[in-house]
């Protein structure tokens, strides 16, 4: 029941031109603060429309716009012939207040580069020099190139491909991609190929087709942590097979397999992500095996391939695989440029069913646009061309850069990486990996510390130190401030 008529002057409405809103938003947002407040209340009349729009100087439709979109925000009631009310609904007028969160349970929270990214927020000090993020030299970024792909694509390809497409990529770059993996000795063609926004979402695709809670993944140690957090999120169970110097040991592969029976091993056999390891060919022919014997299915991640510094790229280890257990995933982030977010999955029968329906579920397709221009991109003579100059500027910084340890950091048993843009420095077993981080950070310089690298988060310390994105002078002067910093912990 109206309690009485309030006229808008006693409301103290007041239109700001300089107000971004539109003005009837301006009316309904004040009258809520009102109602809020408590000067306006349930079954309270409002002033009527003619009169409010005299006061406030607008026309009259913005106070019926305004009345409206009270009423649709459930604040007031209009009664034809008699006016517009305050609603009468409970809990009107008291503020939003946060008193329920959603049981997001511990997989949501468990954040496997959480505490490091803080870390390094922290310490990131003006001057201080960066060897722990891992990222490609944008010198080496072949924009241009990509200005003309682009271009090409947006004028010559017919309308229809920028359509909604299938799932699994441009039929076009699935070929490419295909060729370059019947190249190293798979059986590929272009319906194998998936092609995904990133290796990041080819590893959740996977993860989500294959595991679930408590599910047991074998994977070599240290290995590539983005990765390891998809499966962390899944709620897996870890078992770290031993590497050395060659990468991934077969033979302490088949112990895991024999005493554990994981349902996934993942490797990274080229550019070892952190190590640089390259993973010799009959080791990966052994693995093959061993996963056929004892029923694993094998991720493999040839993320760098395309910068392998000594020798080409040795095949994957799906060329050995026989029975479709061998799931291929690649980024072009390090060969070619991270703002692509192109990868790819490589695999067979119903798994790449299964793997094809989760893309279509997760966002229906990777961007044509970006797909068309890269298939240009890598049809044209810029690509090799782009290789070519990568990895000499990459081979140039790696030299440098061990050089630079062997020369400041005596000490360390440094294996220069064959592949990729991170060195693996293990730390005497004394020196905790948090003290060196410390260390380096008070020094001026950023170092990635090595326990996300570790499935289980544990292992020896060690630190990743990345050298891809500077010039060898910064390297050498981040390097040289590494040694200071940890030869002070070594005294
Ligand atoms: C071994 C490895 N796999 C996957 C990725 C992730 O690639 P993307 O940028 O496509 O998500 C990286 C990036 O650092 C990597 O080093």
């Keep these: 029941m109206a309690t009485g008529s309030i006229r808008s002057n006693a409301l103290g409405l007041v239109l700001e031109p300089s107000d971004p809103r539109p003005l009837y938003v301006q009316i309904a947002d004040q009258l809520v603060e009102t109602i809020e407040e408590g000067r306006l209340k349930p079954g309270d009349r409002l002033p009527a429309m003619r009169e409010l729009a005299r006061d406030l100087d607008c026309a009259l439709v913005t106070v019926s716009q305004a009345y409206e979109l009270l009423t649709a925000r459930g604040r007031a009631t209009s009664r034809v012939g008699k006016g517009t009310f305050i609603s009468e609904t409970r809990d009107r007028g008291e503020p939003f207040a946060r008193r329920w969160e959603p049981d997001l349970g511990r997989l949501a929270r468990a954040e496997r580069m959480e505490g490091v990214m803080e870390q390094l927020t922290r310490a990131t000090a003006p001057g201080a020099i960066n060897l722990a993020n891992g990222h490609p030299a944008p010198e080496t970024f072949p924009l241009q190139d990509f200005?003309?792909?682009?271009?090409?694509?947006?004028?010559?390809?017919?309308?229809?491909?920028?359509?909604?497409?299938?799932?699994?990529?441009?039929?076009?770059?699935?070929?490419?991609?295909?060729?370059?993996?019947?190249?190293?000795?798979?059986?590929?063609?272009?319906?194998?190929?998936?092609?995904?926004?990133?290796?990041?979402?080819?590893?959740?695709?996977v993860?989500?087709?294959?595991?679930?809670?408590?599910?047991?993944?074998?994977?070599?140690?240290?290995?590539?942590?983005?990765?390891?957090?998809?499966?962390?999120?899944?709620?897996?169970?870890?078992?770290?097979?031993?590497?050395?110097?060659?990468?991934?040991?077969?033979?302490?592969?088949?112990?895991?397999?024999?005493?554990?029976?994981?349902?996934?091993?993942?490797?990274?056999?080229?550019?070892?992500?952190?190590?640089?390891?390259?993973?010799?060919?009959?080791?990966?022919?052994?693995?093959?095996?061993?996963?056929?014997?004892?029923?694993?299915?094998?991720?493999?991640?040839?993320?760098?391939?395309?910068?392998?510094?000594?020798?080409?790229?040795?095949?994957?280890?799906?060329?050995?695989?026989?029975?479709?257990?061998?799931?291929?995933?690649?980024?072009?982030?390090?060969?070619?440029?991270?703002?692509?977010?192109?990868?790819?999955?490589?695999?067979?029968?119903?798994?790449?069913?299964?793997?094809?329906?989760?893309?279509?579920?997760?966002?229906?397709?990777?961007?044509?646009?970006?797909?068309?221009?890269?298939?240009?991109?890598?049809?044209?003579?810029?690509?090799?061309?782009?290789?070519?100059?990568?990895?000499?500027?990459?081979?140039?910084?790696?030299?440098?850069?061990?050089?630079?340890?062997?020369?400041?950091?005596?000490?360390?048993?440094?294996?220069?990486p064959a592949a990729g843009l991170n060195v693996w420095l293990p730390l005497p077993p004394r020196i905790s990996t948090q003290a060196a981080f410390d260390a380096c950070a008070r020094q001026g310089v950023l170092v990635m510390p090595s326990e996300p690298f570790y499935p289980t988060r544990q292992g020896p310390p060690a630190l990743r130190l990345s050298f891809g994105h500077l010039t060898p002078e910064a390297a050498a002067a981040g390097v040289e401030r590494v040694g200071t910093a940890l030869s002070k912990l070594i005294e």
């Design 147 to 205: 200005a003309r792909a682009f271009h090409r694509t947006l004028v010559e390809d017919p309308p229809e491909l920028m359509q909604y497409r299938g799932a699994s990529g441009d039929p076009d770059l699935c070929e490419t991609l295909s060729g370059l993996l019947r190249g190293r000795g798979c059986q590929a063609t272009a319906a194998d190929i998936i092609v995904c926004s990133g290796a990041q979402q080819a590893a959740d695709l």
């Design 207 to 416: 993860a989500t087709v294959l595991l679930d809670v408590r599910n047991v993944v074998a994977s070599e140690s240290p290995t590539y942590s983005g990765t390891l957090g998809v499966f962390d999120a899944r709620g897996v169970t870890y078992v770290e097979v031993e590497s050395d110097g060659d990468g991934i040991r077969p033979d302490d592969a088949e112990r895991v397999f024999a005493e554990y029976r994981p349902r996934l091993l993942y490797v990274n056999p080229i550019a070892q992500n952190p190590t640089g390891a390259v993973l010799p060919q009959r080791r990966a022919k052994q693995l093959v095996a061993l996963a056929r014997r004892y029923d694993v299915v094998i991720l493999e991640d040839q993320t760098g391939w395309q910068l392998t510094y000594d020798a080409a790229a040795r095949p994957p280890l799906a060329a050995f695989d026989t029975d479709g257990r061998v799931i291929v995933m690649e980024s072009l982030s390090k060969s070619i440029f991270p703002a692509l977010r192109i990868g790819y999955l490589y695999c067979k029968g119903a798994l790449a069913d299964a793997l094809e329906l989760a893309k279509a579920r997760t966002d229906v397709f990777t961007s044509t646009l970006t797909q068309r221009a890269l298939w240009r991109f890598m049809n044209g003579p810029g690509y090799a061309r782009h290789l070519r100059s990568a990895r000499a500027l990459y081979i140039e910084r790696r030299n440098a850069f061990v050089e630079a340890l062997a020369r400041h950091v005596p000490w360390a048993d440094v294996r220069p």
